[in-house]
């Protein structure tokens, strides 16, 4: 025979079971329907685009739609009215024939403008002449206007700077990203973003900078991208022997070297003819059967009262080549 604390505790099991089934059906409520909802598609429209005011949640048995423009239901407000049978549209007092009224109760904005922002309210009747109501925002920005990029050069050496700014109008409330050949801009250590991203600075440019520049700017409803600006990078070629500063400079020095040689020649020459010329005269003078076949008197020459520069006495030299060439009375002649 079993035990009694057992019986009793296996004829409680049925009737909790049914007490909790009970509980069950009695808690239970069948589900409310859902109510209907405007979403705009995209939420930030641009000037000049299309929207469209989604209607969700829409009863099966809506027989007809009505769209008006505000949050209430003024019939000077009214854009359009849609029979669903039918697929009729009737217009209303506030309809631009920019809008059209789908089967499912949506609506479609096109070309919209800044003054088309603000609440829309969409009436549904459904087959028992019920009504539901919903209304949503509409929000319109400016168009992006389209950028361009004004550089400071647009060819520079290796190692200079140079400043790109992009240039844009329309709304303030933009951002604005930079690309390089067709990619998007990463900043290395010698470039720098202004807060706003509109001027662009690289320090000591290299080689590996040079490419196709764009900015590209956002609005709140659309974005532009700017025309390529190609950078140039020229890098100079290193001479492997000296510098091209220290060629110049020698070339130069050279040149004035053989310009002073010349000139100091040419003053040695004067004088040497010079006192040559002194010497036949005094000759003359002395002997006067030669006066008659010298040409020369004190008059004709003007003799120089200095005397040579040591440093330059090599150059009355007779055994020097350049000097021996010289013809002194042909030169004291002309």
């Known amino acids: 025979m079993e035990p009694r604390s057992a019986t009793s505790h296996r004829g409680l099991v049925p009737w909790q079971g049914l007490l909790l089934a009970a509980s069950l059906l009695t808690s239970w409520t069948p589900p409310t329907p859902a109510q209907v909802t405007i979403q705009a598609v995209p939420f930030h429209a641009a000037e000049g685009g299309d929207v469209l005011l989604l209607a969700c949640n829409v009863p099966e048995n809506s027989i007809a739609y009505k769209w008006f423009k505000g949050e209430g239901l003024d019939l000077s407000n009214e854009i359009a009215a849609y029979a669903v049978e039918a697929n009729n549209t009737l217009p209303g007092r506030a309809y631009s024939h920019r809008e059209t ?19 829309y309210t969409l009436q549904v ?155 036949e005269h005094r000759k003359s003078v002395s002997n006067p059967s030669l006066s008659s076949h010298n040409s020369f008197t004190l008059q004709d020459t003007v003799p120089s009262t200095q005397a040579a520069v040591p440093i330059y006495e090599e150059l009355l030299n007779p055994e020097m080549n350049v000097y021996c060439k010289i013809n002194p009375k042909a030169d004291a002649a002309s």
């Open 101 to 119: 009224i789908y089967h499912n109760g949506s609506l479609l904005f096109q070309n919209i403008k800044e003054q088309d922002s603000g609440f």
């Open 125 to 279: 009747i459904k087959s028992n002449y019920l009504v539901e109501v919903a209304s949503g925002l509409l929000l319109v920005h400016k168009s992006v206007t389209w950028p361009s990029i004004l550089a400071s050069s647009t060819t520079v050496a290796e190692g200079d700077s140079v400043a790109l700014t992009c240039l844009s109008g329309g709304d303030t409330e933009t951002s604005i990203q930079w690309i390089f050949n067709d990619q998007h801009l990463q900043l290395t250590e010698h470039m720098k973003l202004s807060q706003n991203s509109i001027l662009l600075l690289i320090d000591y440019i290299r080689r590996e900078d040079a490419g196709e520049y764009r900015c590209e700017v956002f609005g709140a409803g659309n974005s532009s991208r700017s025309d390529p600006l190609r950078l140039e990078v020229n890098s100079e070629e290193r001479n492997p022997g000296l510098p091209a500063g220290a060629i110049a400079g020698l070339v130069f020095g050279v040149a004035v070297a053989v310009v002073l040689g010349c000139f100091l020649l040419f003053t040695r020459t004067r004088r040497s003819s010079v006192q040559h010329d002194l010497q």
